[in-house]
């Protein structure tokens, strides 16, 4: 069974910074890995995906997300933060063949002015 | 096209109340899917539909019953709801076919049992 850890529980980045949430995930395929945001009391956002080609991918909202298969990681990163990016960041993976996603525990960015 | 749509938003039950969240998508898609989500945990996978007629358990389906009578819907069943299943649950469904297929959420239901 595929699992995903996101080792942060909280980060908190000074606006302007740049911005690196990590998510290590176990599969023991081609994983079909994605990243989504969640603003308080609001739904899921689809931020980016990774399901094959290009290891580096673009996204929403300026962010963007390596694969890296030699580390079972899928860093999600951003140059530049903005406050109004504060919110909730969850990693997930889904399986071959199977239609739902294992989440991670998520990362709750805070922005500093 | 509306997505995927749930109601109600906000509900609070007492201890062994039942109810039903319910789940809509007009979207023809095969596959639906409920999750929960509690602080720090993430979200975890309750049960999950391929198709009308064929349901099966996610990671954490105690408490829960579903059913999956038509492409469209896919209403979670609480029989007797307990305070540990003060949450908030996320419907998801995605077509059928290739190898993995992206997911679209709905809004969500935020429920509290006292």
């Known amino acids: 069974a595929q699992s995903v850890t996101q080792p942060d529980i909280h980060i908190t980045v000074s606006e302007g910074a740049s911005l690196e949430l990590r998510c290590n995930y176990s599969y023991g395929a081609t994983p079909y890995l994605f990243w989504y945001v969640q603003s308080p009391g609001q739904g899921l956002q689809l931020l980016l995906k990774?399901?094959?080609?290009?290891?580096l991918v673009q996204g929403i909202k300026g962010f963007e997300a390596e694969f890296k298969r030699s580390q079972s990681s899928f860093n999600l990163r951003k140059p530049s933060v903005h406050w109004s990016d504060a919110a909730e960041y969850f990693c997930a993976v889904g399986a071959t063949g199977y239609s739902t996603l294992t989440f991670g525990k998520g990362t709750m960015l805070l922005v500093s002015p | 096209n509306a997505g995927v749509t749930q109601t109600p938003k906000f509900q609070v039950l007492k201890t062994g109340q039942s109810m039903t969240l319910q789940c809509a998508q007009d979207?023809?898609?095969?596959?639906m899917s409920w999750y929960r989500q509690d602080p720090g945990m993430g979200l975890r996978l309750i049960h999950y539909?391929?198709?009308?007629?064929?349901?099966d358990q996610g990671e954490v389906p105690n408490g829960y019953n579903v059913s999956r009578s038509t492409t469209e819907d896919f209403p979670l069943r609480l029989l007797s709801a307990a305070p540990s299943q003060t949450s908030v649950y996320f419907c998801?469904?995605?077509?059928?076919?290739?190898?993995?297929?992206?997911?679209?959420f709905g809004p969500g239901t935020r429920l509290t049992v006292l």
């Open positions: 979207m023809n898609h095969e596959y």
């Open positions: 998801a469904s995605s077509y059928r076919g290739a190898d993995y297929n992206e997911q679209f």
């Open positions: 539909s391929v198709g009308a007629g064929i349901t």
């Open positions: 990774y399901f094959s080609g290009d290891t």
